[in-house]
């Protein structure tokens, strides 16, 4: 978990590696610590948010009921009307230069705060060659647009937050030919030397500025070699970690580069996922598992360290949802020491799912970030251990290798969540309510037809309705 900070950390000691493997790939351990900020003990997770924070989870509920080292935001939240509107977030900043990013979303003073273009997951564009020399396509509360590299650089130094996700040409869910790899490559270097330059200016102005991170492109270094030689080369004093999109991009990562600090955007869609990413050496990890388990109704339920394997293979979670819950005041999860395991009960969370009340969603994402921390605790202590590699096995044939499937509705969906393919389409959100329906049956209440509301109102005689 994270720990206290001694002080201010300065750049020499943002990141220091603690024990690594004799490979060049492996698992390592390593303390992540930035001014005012908590030090994080890595490998560690990112929260991912919503418009700035967790979501279904309220900030003072964040800062009182949960363990969060670190959240990430996507500045296409915020920005769907810019540039012909001034975005809000951006008028603040402009108005309270001091972390005015911190401040808009009420983030804990304590909390890393790293910021990027994209969600995580993103929805992928719907024109294959979405990216343009000059721009990306992000996703909006009104739909697909583009954001300029420029505007990028500009409005994230305004923000301030602590580690900023340099601008990527990501094909999102699409793979790259040889050739769009050579513009790609052409793009990023561009990017990365406009998005220093920017930086310089504002250092220049108030003395202050955030972290750097570079986004590496999702195919080996050596398909990226102008860039990666960008990278090692000028641009080497200018960035203070890495952005992995892609595994195959560790593969051959030069070994001037394996100091920095690497977060990892690759989709992980279970544990066994994460504990890939660790042993490749990723350090700081977007977990979307969390937030999607949730709102599926399920509560996460493993543990690297379990050492209860006579139940044969175990699932991951359990299915909130299922009607066996309505009568069990267990926790959620046996042994678990979360605010919702030990103030509620499975009966009473079945009971909100049914109900469709916000609450359930905000103790099922309670529960689920309690059993990350203890999950990456765990992978910290194995680490330690140098028993990684064993535990990790056992891990896979301990555990299914999906969540559960999904039984119940879940939360309703937001625009942001699903992309629009064409016109016409029906609603993603059932209707919560039907109209009342007429029954036959005498002394029943239902809807009037036609008849019988003309003759109440006057506009025929009763004798007409049948």
């Known amino acids: 978990m994270a720990t206290p900070s001694d002080g201010k950390a300065t750049d020499d000691d943002m990141f220091k590696i603690i024990k690594t493997s004799t490979n060049a790939l492996g ?15 890595t490998p560690h997770y990112l929260g991912l948010t919503s418009r700035g924070i967790i979501p279904h989870v309220s900030q003072d509920n964040f800062e009182s009921l949960m363990d969060v080292s670190g959240v990430y935001i996507a500045l296409e939240d915020f920005i769907e009307r810019a540039p012909q509107k001034v975005p809000a977030i951006l008028k603040f900043a402009r108005q309270r230069p001091v972390d005015p990013l911190r401040r808009f979303v009420a983030l804990p003073d304590e909390t890393l705060l790293v910021v990027g273009a994209r969600r995580t997951p993103p929805l992928a564009a719907p024109a294959a060659n979405s990216n343009t020399n000059t721009s990306v396509a992000i996703s909006t509360a009104i739909g697909f647009k583009t954001l300029k590299a420029e505007d990028y650089a500009e409005d994230v130094e305004l923000l301030k937050p602590d580690v900023v996700i340099g601008l990527g040409d990501i094909p999102y869910e699409r793979a790259l030919s040889s050739k769009r790899i050579e513009k790609a490559v052409d793009r990023q270097i561009q990017w990365l030397k406009d998005h220093v330059t920017s930086r310089q200016q504002v250092e220049a102005e108030d003395g202050t500025s955030c972290k750097l991170f570079a986004a590496l492109l999702p195919v080996s270094c050596a398909n990226q070699q102008y860039y990666i030689e960008c990278l090692t080369g000028e641009a080497r004093d200018d960035i203070h970690g890495l ?25 992980s869609k279970t544990p066994h996922d994460i504990l890939r990413n660790v042993a490749l050496g990723i350090d700081v990890h977007a977990v979307p598992i969390l937030t999607i388990a949730s709102e599926a109704g399920i509560a996460l339920d493993f543990d690297l360290s379990r ?10 979670g359990i299915d909130m949802w299922l009607t066996g819950h309505a009568t069990d005041l267990g926790p959620l999860a046996k042994g678990c020491t979360c605010y919702a395991c030990t103030d509620h009960h499975r009966a009473y969370l079945q009971h909100l799912l049914n109900a469709k009340e916000m609450l359930a969603w905000v103790l099922l994402q309670v529960h689920n970030h309690a059993v990350m921390d203890r999950f990456f605790a765990a992978i910290r202590q194995s ?12 891990f896979a044939r301990a555990y299914e290798p999906q969540l559960p499937a999904q039984t119940g509705s879940g939360p309703r969906l937001r625009g942001y969540q699903y992309r629009s393919d064409h016109a016409g389409e029906t ?31 006057g506009s025929i005689r009763p004798a007409e309705v049948k």
Do not use: H, W
């Open 383 to 394: 680490i330690d251990r140098g028993t990684f590699d064993a535990d990790a096995e056992v």
């Open 243 to 267: 952005a992995v999109y892609d595994l195959e991009t560790l593969s051959d990562l030069p070994e001037s580069l394996s100091d920095l600090p690497r977060m990892g955007f690759n989709d």
């Open 307 to 316: 050492q209860d394997r006579s139940s044969g293979i175990l699932p991951l």
């Open 427 to 457: 609603k993603k959100n059932p209707k919560a309510y039907d109209a009342f329906t007429k029954l036959d049956t005498p002394d029943t209440v239902g809807t009037p037809d036609e008849a019988e509301v003309a003759a109440l109102t």
């Open 27 to 41: 698992p390592r351990r390593a303390r992540l610590a930035l001014p005012g900020r908590r030090a994080i003990e």
